[in-house]
């Protein structure tokens, strides 16, 4: 007998973004304490494997640490002399590649670097992600534009989405 070969589902950038961020809603790093803090690190590293499982699953092709070179003017702005690292490339089925920068803070560098993608035609995501440590459940707002916060910081581009997660210490169940 032959084995079938799972078809590749059809995903476009934002149906795919869709399924990364439903698989980092899910992810659960246990109980945050004063006396056993989550660390930024521990965040980073649950949703970037959480990345590569969903770009597993759903046969895509995925690309981390991707080297690129600057432009003169963003090697002359933020004086580097060669170029920098983007997180993730990804290829969807569908549609150009997609750039995902993950952030805990505001950097204005990476932002920059999203900014330079989106030129050449990537599908750029800024992705934020928090730590509520107050312990008072609420939903992120990956679903909800944020960019209009942003906006208002000065991150103008409009070729650059913006997603945040925050990490919960308590569970809560979806509305959905």
């Known amino acids: 007998m032959f084995k ?3 078809k590749k589902p059809k995903l476009n950038s934002k149906e795919l973004m869709i399924e990364i961020m439903k698989d980092i809603e ?3 790093l246990g109980r945050f304490n004063k006396k056993y803090p989550v660390s930024k690190t521990r965040c980073t590293k649950a949703i970037s494997v959480s990345i590569e499982q969903t770009c597993k699953r759903l046969g895509i092709e995925l690309n981390c640490e991707v080297e690129f070179l600057f432009s003169e003017s963003l090697k002359k702005k933020y004086n580097k002399k060669y170029g920098g690292i ?3 490339i990804i290829t969807p089925t569908v549609g150009p590649k997609v750039a995902i920068e993950l952030d805990s803070r505001d950097k204005r560098f990476s932002y920059s670097k999203l900014e330079e993608l989106s030129q050449r035609g990537y ?3 800024w992705l934020r992600y928090k730590i509520n440590k107050t312990g008072r459940p609420y939903y992120t707002s990956y679903k909800a534009d944020c960019s ?14 913006i997603i945040e997660h925050t990490f919960h210490p308590t569970p809560f169940k979806p509305l959905c």
Do not use: A, Q, S, W
């Not at 209009?148 to 103008?156: A, Q």
């Open 123 to 125: 599908i750029c995501y």
């Open 86 to 88: 983007v997180d993730f």
């Open 148 to 161: 209009d916060h942003y906006r208002k910081l000065g991150f103008e581009n409009t070729n650059v989405r």
């Open 4 to 6: 079938r070969i799972p």
């Open 26 to 28: 899910k992810i659960n």
